[in-house]
C-alpha cells in the first residue's frame, strides 16, 4: 500500500466498529475503540506515551487481566490497554478521548429553555351537523292527494312544498266555525277558533277559510327550513295517521368536523380552542373552527378519541364523507427543551447522555412531556445549561453499559449500589503487594490466582468501601479476597501479611 492510501485505514477501522456497535455483537466499548485505532500501521506514534497502564484484557472477556500486551486467549485479537486516568474518578461515567469522539461525530447541545407550541395533527371526515334537524309530521289524520316530486338527498329551501293532504275531519268542523261567525257571537267564535287549533289546524289556514267563507279541508306539508332531505315517508294515495313523521330535514349552514385524536396525545384539546382545517376536496384553502365537544367514549378498535369541530359551510360546499386535516392551535408556553433525536426510548425509561468535562459520559434518566417540530419538552431530570450528546449517543450508552454505569436518576442523586450477600458471592483469595490506593480503588501485583486460572499480574480492583484499606499504604503486602461482579473485580476483605 502506498502512502497516500495509508490514512484511509483509521476511518475504515472506525467505521466496521461504529457497525459492529450498532449491530450489538462483541460487546466492544467505546473507550476501547481508541486503542483499536492506535494498533492500527497508520495511527500516531506515542499517542498513548506517558500515560500508565493498569493492566489489559480482551474486550469480549473484560473481567480477565493480563500484566503485559498480546494476543487473547480467548479469541484471535490484541489485548487492550487500561489505563490509570480511565479510572479512579469519583466522578461516575465513562470516558472517551477526544480523538475518538471526533471519529465517531459526537455532537453535544445545551439544554435550554424556549417556547414550545401546542400543536396536534390529526384527520377527520365532514359530518352533518345532528342539532340542526327538521322532523316534518302529519298534524292530523288524511290521505295524500299529491306529492311534488321530492326524493332523499334532494336540497330544499326553507317552505319547500312536499306533499298535499286530504283532512276530512277539518271540514265539519271548519263549517260549524262559519256557522258560528254568522250570529257574530265573539265568544261562540273564539271557541269554535280554538277547537280548530287543538285538531292541528295552522293558523294560515283558519285566516283562510275566514277569508274565504267556506271550508278549505286540503293542506300543503312542506318543510319549516332549508336543507337536504334525508328521508322521505310520503307517496300519492297512502293514508296518513296523526303524528306519523313525513320528512326529514338536514341544515346546511354549519356542518361537523369529526376528527379522530389519538388517546394518548388527546389530553391538552379543550372545548372552544380554535381549528384549521385543510380539505382534499379544496387544496390550498383553510378552513376555520373551534371545538365544539370532545366525545366522552373512546373507541376501542383505534384508541382514539372523537372531537366534534363546528364548520361554517357557506354555499354548501362542505359535504359529509369528505376527508380533512385539521391542526388543533394553541398559545406557545415556556418549557425546558431538548433536541427529540437526542433521547434514547428504552421502553421502560427515557434516557440522555450527559456530556461531562474530560471527555466523561454518563446516562441520565429524564421525565419527558410534548413534542412539537423537532424538540422535545423536559418535565424532569436535567436543568438548564446542562450538555448532552445529540449524536452518537446511542454507541456511548453501549460502553456506559457494558461498564456498569448507572444512570443518573430523576431526583438527581447516584442509586446506592445493592450489596451481594456474602453468603452467595464467591471470593477469590491471593497476596499481593499495594502499589496504589485511592478512596474507590487499589492497585495490586499479585500472586496467581488458580481458581479462575489468572496469572501472577499488577491490576486495579474497585474498593466499595475506603474503610477496607484503611491503615494500609502503598509497599505494604497484603492478603485479600476478592469477587467478580459485572462492574469488575472488587476487593470485599484485605490484612497485611505479618512478617513482611
Same mark, same amino acid.
Given at each position: ?140 289524520? %288524511?290521505? $295524500? ?7 332523499? =338527498?334532494?336540497?330544499? @329551501? &326553507? #317552505?319547500?312544498? /312536499? *306533499? ?61 327550513? %332549508?336543507? $337536504? ?7 300519492? =294515495?297512502?293514508?296518513? @295517521? &296523526? #303524528?306519523?313523521? /313525513? *320528512? ?72 359529509? =364523507? ?8 394553541? *398559545? ?169
Amino acid at each position: 500500500m502506498n502512502e497516500a492510501a495509508s490514512p484511509i485505514r483509521p476511518r475504515l477501522a472506525a467505521a466496521g466498529l461504529v457497525l459492529a456497535l450498532v449491530a450489538g455483537a462483541g460487546g466492544y466499548g467505546i473507550a476501547r475503540w481508541t486503542s483499536h485505532l492506535t494498533d492500527s500501521p497508520s495511527a500516531a506514534p506515542g499517542a498513548d506515551a506517558g500515560r500508565k497502564v493498569l493492566y489489559w484484557y480482551d474486550p469480549m472477556v473484560p473481567s480477565q487481566h493480563f500484566d503485559k500486551p498480546g494476543k487473547s486467549p480467548f479469541m484471535d485479537m490484541q489485548l487492550v490497554a487500561k489505563y490509570a486516568d480511565e479510572g479512579g474518578s469519583d466522578v461516575p461515567g465513562v470516558r472517551i478521548d477526544p480523538a475518538t469522539s471526533q471519529t465517531l461525530g459526537l455532537r453535544t447541545v445545551t439544554v435550554r429553555r424556549g417556547e414550545l407550541a401546542s400543536s396536534l395533527t390529526a384527520t377527520g371526515t365532514i359530518d352533518f351537523n345532528q342539532r340542526d334537524v327538521a322532523i316534518v309530521q302529519a298534524r292530523a289524520g %288524511g290521505f $295524500v292527494q299529491r306529492v311534488y316530486g321530492r326524493a332523499p =338527498g334532494d336540497v330544499v @329551501a &326553507a #317552505g319547500a312544498p /312536499l *306533499a298535499d293532504i286530504l283532512v276530512p275531519e277539518w271540514g265539519g268542523a271548519q263549517a260549524e266555525f262559519l256557522a258560528v261567525r254568522r250570529p257574530g257571537n265573539a265568544a261562540l267564535i273564539q271557541a269554535a277558533r280554538q277547537r280548530l287549533m287543538l285538531l292541528g289546524m295552522p293558523s294560515g289556514t283558519i285566516a283562510s277559510v275566514e277569508r274565504a267563507g267556506r271550508p278549505h279541508n286540503v293542506i300543503t306539508i312542506s318543510t319549516p327550513t %332549508g336543507g $337536504v332531505i334525508k328521508t322521505l315517508d310520503v307517496r300519492a =294515495g297512502m293514508t296518513m @295517521a &296523526a #303524528g306519523q313523521t /313525513l *320528512a326529514e330535514v338536514n341544515g346546511l349552514g354549519t356542518v361537523w368536523l369529526n376528527a379522530a385524536v389519538p388517546e394518548a396525545i388527546a389530553g391538552p384539546l379543550r372545548p372552544g380552542q380554535s381549528v384549521q382545517a385543510t380539505l382534499a376536496a379544496f387544496p390550498g384553502e383553510t378552513l376555520s373552527g373551534r371545538v365544539s365537544a370532545i366525545l366522552p367514549q373512546t373507541r376501542a378498535d383505534s384508541r382514539t378519541l372523537t372531537v366534534r369541530i363546528e364548520l361554517p359551510n357557506r354555499g354548501g360546499r362542505l359535504r359529509p =364523507g369528505m376527508f380533512a386535516t385539521v391542526s388543533f392551535g394553541g *398559545a406557545t408556553q415556556p418549557a425546558l427543551l431538548v433536541p427529540s433525536e437526542a433521547l434514547i426510548r428504552t421502553g421502560k425509561r427515557t434516557l440522555v447522555m450527559l456530556a461531562l468535562d474530560k471527555g466523561r459520559y454518563r446516562p441520565a434518566e429524564v421525565q419527558t412531556g410534548r413534542e412539537a417540530g423537532d424538540d422535545t419538552e423536559i418535565l424532569a431530570g436535567l436543568s438548564e445549561g446542562e450538555k448532552i450528546v445529540a449524536s452518537g449517543q446511542f454507541l456511548i450508552d453501549s460502553e456506559a453499559s457494558l461498564s456498569g454505569v448507572q444512570a443518573r436518576p430523576i431526583g438527581g442523586a447516584t442509586p446506592p449500589a445493592v450489596a451481594k450477600p456474602a453468603a452467595t458471592a464467591t471470593l477469590y483469595e491471593t497476596v499481593g503487594k499495594i502499589e496504589q490506593v485511592t478512596a474507590n480503588s487499589v492497585t495490586l501485583s499479585h500472586e496467581p490466582v488458580p481458581a479462575i486460572g489468572w496469572p501472577a499480574m499488577t491490576m486495579t480492583f474497585q474498593l466499595p468501601d475506603a474503610s477496607i484499606a484503611r491503615g494500609l499504604k502503598t509497599g505494604d503486602r497484603v492478603r485479600f479476597g476478592f469477587d467478580r461482579p459485572p462492574a469488575g473485580p472488587t476487593v470485599r476483605r484485605m490484612a497485611q501479611v505479618a512478617g513482611q
